[in-house]
């Protein structure tokens, strides 16, 4: 029964690294008020979204991989010359500023480095001559966010770093073991 449990757990949660995994609408059951899921991953009109990071790249619904910082936008993706947090600047910010139809937010995934407030109110500063509002976070909570306004229909972009370290949690290991000893192939006596 406990084994059930942590497998239940292991398919319901969410790997910090893969913001979204795969497309199906799903039943829960049948009949008056019929509860479904729909995973935004696949669905053609929610645009680019990322599904997966590591200290390489990314990894987007295309299956399109990008290696090294990005500049990911609800249908095209750039690479951000960039090398880590350091190298933001006015000049590298640039792009976004002269976009049309203008952004509404910028979500600026810094890896998993550590910002300060000067840092930070440099950006936020920067990106409001143009009213542009911005968002500094890490890697791991930019992914989501960009994810989530994206499907929204909002008019987004974002630029991320892919972090230098990665966490791995309870969840990431029994994943592993999951997708490795093939839980669900019968053994034929």
Request: proline share 0%.
């Given at each position: 029964m406990q084994s059930l449990l942590r497998l239940r757990t292991a398919f319901r949660s969410t790997i910090s690294k893969s913001i979204c995994t795969s497309h199906a609408t799903l039943s829960a059951y049948e009949g008056d008020g019929r509860t479904s899921v729909s995973i935004l991953n696949k669905e053609a009109d929610a645009g680019l979204l990322i599904n997966s990071f590591s200290q390489v790249g990314f990894r987007l619904s295309n299956d399109m991989k990008v290696i090294g910082p990005m500049a990911i936008f609800p249908?095209?993706?750039?690479?951000?010359?960039?090398?880590?947090?350091?190298?933001?600047?006015?000049e590298s910010l640039s792009l976004f500023t002269a976009l049309e139809p203008k952004i509404d937010i910028l979500i600026v995934g810094i890896g998993d480095q550590q910002t300060t407030p000067a840092f930070t109110k440099k950006i936020i500063e920067f990106m409001k001559k143009y009213r542009i509002n911005v968002e500094v976070l890490s890697t791991e909570q930019a992914c989501a966010t960009f994810n989530f306004l994206n499907a929204e229909g909002r008019v987004v972009a974002a630029a991320l770093i892919p972090p230098v370290t990665l966490r791995i949690n309870e969840d990431d290991l029994m994943r592993t073991h999951i997708s490795t000893s093939r839980p669900f192939q019968l053994d034929e006596k």
């Open positions: 249908r095209s993706v750039l690479s951000w010359n960039v090398e880590d947090h350091d190298d933001i600047s006015e």
